[in-house]
Nanobody, 124 residues
Framework: QVQLVESGGGLVQAGGSLRLSCAAS????????MGWFRQAPGKEREIVAT????????YYADSVKGRFTISRDNVKNTVYLQMNNLKPEDTAVYLCAARGSSWLGAKSYEYDYWGQGTQVTVSS
């Protein structure tokens, strides 16, 4: 059974930092691109960042460029999202996803496996 389990969310003041982790298990994710999405109440799910298997290709949404960093440890089957200088508009449920392709994907329908999400709340 494939599982993606996110952790690291919480409540933080504006300007603060959080580091999210996503641990993958249940199958090999060799060659898989991984992504972080977020969904705020009443809004559509949106891409935050995505990273290829080898980490040579990375994409960030414009809204997080320069503040967030995605990385992965393929030995630990874990992907990370370091979030700095957080803003109230970053408040959302953050979800980890795995895509059965070496190509990056920016759309949620391009991903095959999803975690349950972790809440990030940024207070002003």
């Amino acid at each position: 059974q494939v599982q993606l389990v996110e952790s690291g969310g919480g409540l933080v003041q504006a300007g603060g930092s959080l580091r999210l982790s996503c641990a993958a298990s249940g199958r090999t994710f060799r060659g898989y691109a991984m992504g972080w999405f977020r969904q705020a109440p009443g809004k559509e799910r949106e891409i935050v960042a995505t990273i290829s298997w080898s980490a040579t290709n990375i994409y960030y949404a414009d809204s997080v460029k320069g503040r967030f960093t995605i990385s992965r440890d393929n030995v630990k089957n874990t992907v990370y999202l370091q979030m700095n200088n957080l803003k109230p508009e970053d408040t959302a449920v953050y979800l980890c996803a795995a895509r059965g392709s070496s190509w990056l994907g920016a759309k949620s329908y391009e991903y095959d496996y999803w975690g349950q999400g972790t809440q990030v709340t940024v207070s002003s």
